[in-house]
């Protein structure tokens, strides 16, 4: 007598109780995860509720208590008077050039030094990475003196040249983490790759642009993402090195609704609202990639 076997059943129309059986509780682990994941994004999400009714509210209405989360009525002038109050247009386009310019010199410089890092053979190269690496370790603010000091000397100030040159020599402090991630993530690329390419005679700045660069775009997407961030809501470095209002970014702007004896709050959160809509945007549009550089980097072959 023959004994049908589970996938035997199944072609016969049978079912499979085991299996069956597994499904409800798959049901009821997904809503458990899915009822986590809510209950953790909430109080992520609070603060940005409370910046959008903020910014829909008068100042009398956001400090009252208890707190009233419905702005009544809706104070939509908040917004044409922020973007009107100060030349914010002006601040835009003055931090779109800053971050632009300071994306464009991380990204390649880093990438070029994890290369090195990674992908070629030269003596002390372990040991420079090494002493790279401890730069980390070393609080922006100890440098903050003398390099005000050096760009001073150099006539730079009132500028943005100290916002954006550093950006390409790799970073420049900031970017170290940005050189780590990128050389995390080229070894997992296989180095046959790069064997095969030079074999039929190419050279490492080739492979460097046809190869490895075209396989790294989840890495590079998650260096772009961070650069662009850390530049469009950099406060400290623009309020040291700017001090002509036409070259204000728009942290700086957001600050001059702020003063020693009042503060505007309503147009405050609707400017801020505003400021941070592009990094929303950003991060939406690209989460894939940043997801997946961020995952497999540190994962080698």
């Known amino acids: ?7 035997d059943r ?15 509780r798959r049901r009821g682990r997904r809503l458990l995860l899915y009822a ?12 940005f509720v409370w910046l959008v009714r903020s910014a829909l509210m008068r100042d009398s209405q956001m400090f009252v208590s208890p707190p009233e989360w419905v702005p009544r009525p809706f104070e939509w002038g908040n917004f044409s008077g922020a973007l009107t109050e100060q030349p914010f247009g002006l601040y835009f386009v003055n931090t779109v050039v800053i971050a632009v310019i300071t994306v464009l010199g991380t990204v390649l410089t880093c990438a070029v030094a994890a290369f090195s890092f990674s992908r070629l053979r030269w003596r002390g190269r372990n040991v420079v990475f090494a002493l790279l690496l401890s730069g980390v370790m070393l609080p922006y603010a100890v440098t903050i003196i003398p390099t005000f000091v050096m760009w001073q000397e150099l006539g730079a100030l009132d500028t943005i040249i100290p916002l954006t040159v550093p950006a390409w020599f790799a970073g420049a402090g900031g970017g170290v983490f940005n050189v780590f991630l990128m050389r995390q993530f080229f070894l997992t690329i296989p180095f046959e790759l790069d064997e095969a390419a030079y074999i039929d005679g190419a050279s490492p700045w080739r492979v460097f642009w046809t190869i490895v660069m075209p396989l790294s775009k989840p890495a590079v997407v998650v260096v772009t993402i961070f650069t662009f961030v850390g530049t469009w809501n ?8 700017l001090s002509d209002q036409r070259d204000y970014t728009l942290s700086l702007g957001l600050a001059s609704f702020q003063s020693m004896y009042i503060t ?4 405050l959160m609707a400017a801020s609202a505003v400021v941070i809509a592009p990094i929303i945007a950003l991060f939406f549009f690209l989460q894939r990639y940043f997801i997946e550089g961020v995952t497999l980097t540190g994962i080698k072959n």
């Not at 986590?36 to 603060?47: H, K, N, R, S, W």
């Not at 950099?234 to 090195?241: A, N």
């Not at 505007?264 to 147009?267: A, D, E, L, R």
């Open 1 to 7: 007598m023959t004994t049908l076997t589970a996938p």
């Open 10 to 24: 199944r072609e016969l129309g049978g079912t499979v109780a085991p299996t069956a059986g597994l499904r409800p």
């Open 36 to 47: 986590a994941l809510v209950a953790g994004a909430i109080p992520t999400l609070l603060p």
């Open 234 to 241: 950099d406060f400290l470095g623009p309020l040291l090195y």
């Open 264 to 267: 505007q709050w309503g147009y």
